[in-house]
């Protein structure tokens, strides 16, 4: 083996040694053993329910979040998507401002376009929760639901 070819075989194997430490791993931890931030260190969803409107068309979406971070959130965004099968029916969003730390919020958004023929035929669902923390690094999750139980059965 010549010079060059041992200097590209030993870079190409210490490369690959280097690109085997890093990295996340099955059980959510980076390679050098600290667990991966995530949305949830910062804000989770405690509960939502669909309600009707009090004046106009459609239904709400009444979300409940809490902030578990140690400080307060500026900005948490919410958004639902409702489904036929793979079409977007009906879409909405909401917006949670200065949440201080370890603080639950409840708080709904419209879903003006879903009227009474269309909740037989909502497949499923989703809601998109997202949020930056003090270094404005960006978290965000999506929960997908394959029910849509609205109206509620009496």
Same mark, same amino acid.
């Given at each position: 083996m010549? #010079? #060059?070819?041992y200097l590209? !075989?030993a /870079?190409v194997? &210490?490369?690959?040694?280097?690109a085997g430490? @890093? /990295?996340?791993?099955d059980d959510?931890? @980076?390679?050098? /053993?600290?667990? @991966?931030?995530?949305?949830?260190?910062?804000?989770?969803?405690q509960?939502?329910? &669909?309600?009707?409107?009090?004046v106009?068309?459609?239904?709400l979406?009444?979300?409940?979040v809490?902030?578990? *971070?140690?400080?307060?959130?500026?900005? $948490?965004s $919410?958004d639902?998507?409702?489904?036929?099968?793979d079409? #977007?029916?009906?879409d909405? +969003?909401? @917006?949670i401002?200065d949440?201080?730390?370890?603080?639950t919020?409840t708080?709904?958004? +419209?879903?003006?376009? !879903?009227?009474?023929d269309?909740?037989?035929?909502?497949?499923?669902?989703d809601?998109?929760? *997202?949020? #930056?923390?003090e270094?404005l690094?960006e &978290?965000?999750?999506t929960?997908e639901?394959?029910? &849509?139980n609205?109206?509620?059965?009496?």
């Amino acid at each position: 083996m010549n #010079r #060059r070819q041992y200097l590209t !075989t030993a /870079g190409v194997g &210490f490369v690959g040694v280097l690109a085997g430490c @890093s /990295g996340e791993t099955d059980d959510g931890e @980076s390679g050098d /053993g600290e667990e @991966s931030e995530g949305l949830e260190d910062y804000v989770q969803l405690q509960g939502h329910e &669909f309600k009707p409107t009090q004046v106009g068309s459609g239904i709400l979406l009444e979300v409940t979040v809490e902030n578990v *971070s140690e400080n307060t959130l500026d900005l $948490i965004s $919410i958004d639902a998507n409702l489904y036929v099968d793979d079409e #977007r029916v009906d879409d909405g +969003g909401l @917006s949670i401002g200065d949440l201080p730390a370890g603080t639950t919020e409840t708080d709904d958004m +419209g879903l003006v376009d !879903t009227t009474p023929d269309l909740y037989d035929e909502i497949t499923n669902y989703d809601i998109t929760i *997202s949020t #930056r923390n003090e270094e404005l690094t960006e &978290f965000e999750q999506t929960y997908e639901y394959d029910e &849509f139980n609205y109206p509620p059965d009496n």
